[in-house]
């Protein structure tokens, strides 16, 4: 089983972007790997302590997923920083991967 955290912008986006999360979570949790997600935790605590969070669970999984609009967010740059420089397996999701995020199933796009 891969441990998949997902990334992606959160900050300014409607609903938290909250529907793309739960739909690459559902696709991947369905294919059989254990996903984490942002999207798990409390709300209500500050931004520099998701990151704490967020930066722990990509140390701790073997592969990051991207979801659109990542490049656009400061938190999900840092994410993608520290899963290159831990040399994690990042898979960035396309409008080509017909459902299957980030093309982990099928071959995707690696960042």
Not at 45 to 74: H, K, Q
Request: hydrophobic share 45%.
């Amino acid at each position: 089983m891969t441990i998949i955290y997902i990334a992606g912008p959160i900050t300014g986006v409607a609903d938290g972007n909250k529907p793309a999360f739960d739909r690459a979570e559902t696709a991947l949790a369905a294919a059989g790997h254990i996903v984490m997600s942002p999207h798990h935790l409390p709300k209500g605590m500050p931004e520099t302590v998701y990151m704490d969070i967020c930066l722990a669970m990509v140390r701790g999984c073997d592969a990051v997923l991207l979801l659109p609009g990542w490049e656009l967010s400061l938190g999900v740059a840092a994410e993608h920083a520290l899963a290159r420089k831990l040399g994690k397996e990042i898979r960035i999701q396309t409008g080509n991967d017909n459902g299957l995020p980030g093309g982990f199933e099928q071959g995707g796009v690696a960042a």
